[in-house]
């Protein structure tokens, strides 16, 4: 029998391991920092084309593993997809700055300059598949001029390239990440996204070793399909990146028993199971089933290292269940940042507050962890799609349930589809176009704005009708932040 | 405005009364309103003695704006200043009144004493008390009650109830619905019935006759790991030969006798089915009662939520008629103060659940969460911007599992409509009964165990995951 952590061992592993992960953004991934939940297994295979999943679930983290041959060998390995060890892998579009396809400066120019959609995901892709011509410039003007002066070639190389690759047993993989900051016009983006989609089916169903994967947020896709009617047949094998309860506690056991140290040591051994796997120069564990998807097991595991209830006793909620039920938006999703966030912050609360405390996480200090991330998600949510920002500000200090025409009333007397307009003028015409950023679809009709920032998961309706009366309430992980209380004693909905 | 007169209705008396109230209580009185049984106000101002009173001017408009608001809610004697008229204590110190408005610094307080016939009992909510049996621990009592009938609750009691008595519990089941019983067949089994039931209780008990009521019997159910399962019926078997004048019985329980009201004659019968459990082979107290209430507003299910049980399982099923009913009790709590009292024993059982593989049971748990959040959050305390949601706080999310409104279901079985339990003895171990039962009896069992005042962190069990 080992022995298990001490509530100290484990609070100080915990503060080890999660530092750093909430910029798991600008951190690129690492092989002990990759954790490959179940369901993310269908986002790697070859054929699945489009990848939907909403802000910081991971678009980014597997689109630069699927670049990285280190990574790519470890999600072959733990995944057992074979396939993924037969890969050329390429950047078709993406935040990093590189030489495979137009950047945010020169693209808007293309457009500018006449180049279609189509045209311009054509010269990416076949400069991808080293099309002579188009490796003898760097201009993508030059570029998309040969394309459409030479379509006869341009389908003479898919073609050979096609054949070859059969020949070689391998598939040329372009991966498209970051398209949200494609292009600052919202019907400019969902164009060049209906044709990227386009392109990619061609591929897909006229090529058996070409493929594209285009990571995309699922309101995109839906517009997408809206120009592009037959993208809905990439829907088929479409992968969804989401976070189940049980990932998420995956996620962070992988942390735990990832730390290069003896307490993480000792956590694999005392919870037994752990697989060693090489990948490239890095070591790193695999944690058992049970620690993956066994919510008992996970629960019990669990309450080893925090409080087993929030308060006196079980009526008062376990930690386990409480934690990601504070952390969703009102789609029900949770982000693995905003998880990792707040158990980070638990653990320094309780070393703080609680220092002699039984248990490396404090209930308390929970409930701290969850104020933290509101925090980290509305600065997220921000920096993604700042007109929600501009929304939901001007509701600071009042309380939810509000009323629908409450709000769009607050709404006009800030005048926010003014705001709104000025908003994307002003990133429009920005010399700094890597801010290029997106506006709600329709800034003046502002009951669709509010069906908007329901999708998007920030609000939610609290009764079943749809109408000025209709209440709408915003779930803690954004309520928190964005500074708006909670009513009790409500009155009925007036009609 | 309207253009006539319109006449003031009964729901409008009551704010009016207190809005009146808080204006006299800011000239720095303590108001009491009395209210009298057909609903008329009086307003009791405290204005101490002759000298320092409130002035007859004062006096007389106080008298007119209660005349003039109130209309035929105005009482016979609609002002009553003390340092005219001398009232006894018992009417301005009596335990019954609520307060309505805290005094502050410069304003007094209000409070309401309401006078009624019945369901008053739901405006006072106590915990049974923990020294009651010299500090030993008392039974966990858990009332299951449901706003409308026909919602599977009994059927649910019987299940719960041998789940604990498999854990190794004594458990006692106690038939509150003494208009329609119903629970004792369920759990009997083979045996007999025992000669008497609740209502003999209540009706002997008033004559200080109760000695020697054959009162509780053992379910033929053997339970696991020496549990024990027993039943208080609410009619018992009777003697043979001899009417057993049920009905007569029955319209003699609810009367409040002297020197007991019925709340405390309730009280007194529950315990007395405890103790009868006492005196049997293993000389114990049960761990578990389990009261099931009769339906609707009505006394029976007030004493037993407001005052008898530490725990209250409210079924439902989703449809209006639940809802603006559980509405209507919560805001008669809530407006008599209340809320925090009750809230933390309240946890809702969703009750016929559908399933089907074109509507799932998700769907429809969604439903209903919002509709329970909408008509709980009555007895909810709002939200600083900077408070998290949960127990501690008195508020919960939507989403929060071990909110007084996240429902726990309860399958709906078209294979148990209808079932006749003497020819299906085995009725609870059949699989599709098992799995209609088994959310309810994960999550419910762990709730009903938890002690009210039990400290975390001491039950450390160290298992390997």
Not at chain 1, 104 to 111: D, G, I
Not at chain 1, 124 to 142: I, K, Y
Not at chain 1, 278 to 290: D, F, K, L, S
Request: glycine share 8%; proline share 6%.
């Amino acid at each position: 029998m080992t022995e298990p952590l001490t509530s100290d061992e484990y609070r100080d592993l915990l503060s080890r391991a999660l530092e750093g992960t909430v910029d798991a953004d600008t951190r690129p991934p690492e092989p002990h920092t990759l954790y490959m939940p179940d369901a993310h297994r269908a986002a790697l295979y070859v054929d699945s084309t489009v990848v939907q999943g909403d802000r910081g679930v991971g678009k980014t983290f597997w689109a630069r593993s699927l670049l990285d041959a280190d990574l790519r060998a470890a999600a072959a390995l733990e995944y057992r997809i074979n396939r993924l060890n037969r890969l050329r892998v390429t950047p078709g579009y993406g935040m990093d700055i590189v030489p495979h396809y137009p950047g945010p400066l020169a693209l808007p120019a293309l457009l500018t300059g006449g180049a279609l959609p189509e045209e311009i995901w054509q010269a990416v892709l076949l400069t991808a598949l080293a099309q002579p011509e188009l490796r003898a410039t760097e201009d993508w003007a030059e570029r998309v001029a040969w394309v459409r002066a030479n379509a006869g070639p341009a389908e003479t190389t898919l073609a050979r390239v096609d054949a070859e690759a059969a020949a070689e047993d391998t598939v040329h993989l372009l991966v498209f990440d970051g398209l949200e900051h494609l292009h600052s016009d919202w019907d400019t983006r969902n164009r060049m996204i209906a044709e990227l989609l386009r392109l990619a089916m061609r591929m897909r169903f006229g090529t058996r070793n070409i493929r594209l994967k285009v990571f995309l947020r699922p309101d995109m896709f839906d517009a997408a399909k809206q120009l592009f009617p037959d993208a809905s047949k990439l829907s088929g094998n479409a992968a969804h990146l989401e976070w189940t309860r049980a990932d998420l506690y995956g996620l962070l056991f992988h942390h735990l028993g990832n730390e290069d140290d003896e307490a993480a040591e000792r956590f694999r051994r005392f919870t037994g199971g752990w697989q060693l796997a090489e990948a490239g120069t890095a070591v790193r564990y695999a944690a058992p089933p049970g620690l993956r998807n066994d919510e008992k097991a996970q629960q019990r595991l669990f309450e080893r290292v925090a409080d087993p209830f929030m308060g006196t006793n079980v009526r008062r909620g376990r930690p386990y269940a409480w934690l990601p039920n504070h952390l969703m938006d009102s789609n029900g999703r949770i982000s693995p940042r905003s998880f990792l966030k707040a158990l980070d912050v638990a653990a320094e609360t309780t070393r703080a507050s609680y220092p002699s405390h039984g248990r490396a996480l404090h209930h308390d200090a929970i409930r701290s962890g969850v104020r933290e991330a509101s925090a980290v998600r509305v600065v997220q949510i921000c920096e993604d799609v700042p007109w929600v920002e501009r929304a939901i500000t001007p509701l600071a200090g009042c309380q939810v349930p509000l009323a629908q025409g409450k709000i769009i009333n607050i709404w006009k007397n800030r005048d926010l589809p003014q705001l709104l307009r000025e908003d994307t003028a002003r990133y429009a015409q920005a010399d700094r176009p890597e801010l290029v950023r997106t506006g709600p679809r329709h800034p003046d009709d502002l009951p669709r704005l509010v069906q908007e920032l329901i999708d998007l998961g920030v609000l939610r309706r609290r009764d079943h009708n749809v109408d000025e009366y209709s209440l709408l309430d915003l779930p803690d992980i954004y309520r928190l932040a964005f500074g708006l209380g909670r009513l009790g004693g409500i009155p009925l909905a007036k009609r | 405005m309207t253009l006539y007169d319109a006449p003031v209705r009964f729901d409008e008396a009551r704010p009016a009364a207190v809005a009146l109230a808080c204006e006299v209580a800011a000239a720095g009185f303590d108001v009491l309103l009395v209210r009298d049984v057909v609903g008329r106000f009086s307003l009791v101002v405290d204005d101490g003695e002759r000298d320092d009173g409130a002035s007859a001017e004062q006096a007389e408009r106080w008298r007119e704006s209660l005349t003039r608001r109130l209309g035929r809610y105005s009482g016979e004697r609609p002002l009553v200043l003390t340092s005219v008229t001398r009232l006894p204590k018992t009417l301005t110190a009596s335990p019954r009144t609520l307060e309505v408005v805290a005094a502050t610094g410069t304003a007094g307080a209000v409070r309401l004493l309401d006078n009624t016939v019945v369901g008053e009992e739901w405006s006072h909510v106590t915990a049974p008390s923990t020294d009651e049996n010299g500090g030993a621990s008392r039974p966990r009592r858990t009332a299951l009650y449901g706003f409308k009938g026909g919602v599977g609750r009994t059927t649910a009691a019987a299940v719960l109830a041998r789940r604990l008595a498999d854990e190794g519990l004594i458990v006692l089941v106690l038939d509150l619905d003494l208009e329609s019983p119903g629970v004792g067949p369920l759990l009997l089994g083979d045996r007999d019935l025992c000669t008497h039931g609740v209502v003999d209780h209540l009706v002997e008990s008033a004559l200080g006759n109760a000695d020697g009521l054959e009162i509780v019997v053992r379910s033929g159910y053997t339970p696991r790991n020496r549990g024990e399962l027993w039943i208080a019926p609410a009619r018992g078997a009777g003697t043979e030969g001899i009417p057993n004048a049920y009905v007569d019985k029955l319209n003699r329980v609810y009367a409040d006798t002297e020197g007991a009201r019925f709340s405390d004659r309730l009280a007194a019968t529950v315990r007395a089915c405890e103790e009868a459990v006492e005196r049997s082979d293993s000389g114990r107290l049960p761990d578990v009662v389990l009261l099931d209430s009769r339906a609707g507003i009505h006394d029976v299910a007030a004493v037993t939520i407001s005052h008898l049980c530490d725990y209250a399982l409210l079924f439902g099923a989703d449809n209006d008629q639940t809802w603006s009913g559980y509405r209507d009790l919560f805001e008669a709590w809530a407006a008599s103060g209340q809320a925090p009292a009750i809230r933390q024993k309240l946890r809702m059982v969703a009750s016929m659940v559908p399933d089907s593989v074109h509507y799932s049971k998700d769907t429809h748990l969604q439903s209903f969460r919002q509709n329970a959040l909408m008509t709980f959050s009555v007895l909810y305390d709002s939200l600083a911007p900077d408070e998290v949601a949960g127990a501690t706080e008195g508020s919960w999310d939507l989403d929060d599992d071990d909110a007084p409104h996240s429902p726990i279901p309860i399958l709906f079985e078209p294979g148990l409509v209808g079932m006749n339990v003497p020819r299906s003895p085995d009725w609870q171990e059949r699989a599709f009964v098992e799995a209609a039962y088994r959310d309810f009896l994960d999550t419910a069992v762990p709730l009903i165990l938890a002690g009210p005042a039990e400290d975390s962190g001491t039950e450390s069990e160290d298992d390997r995951p």
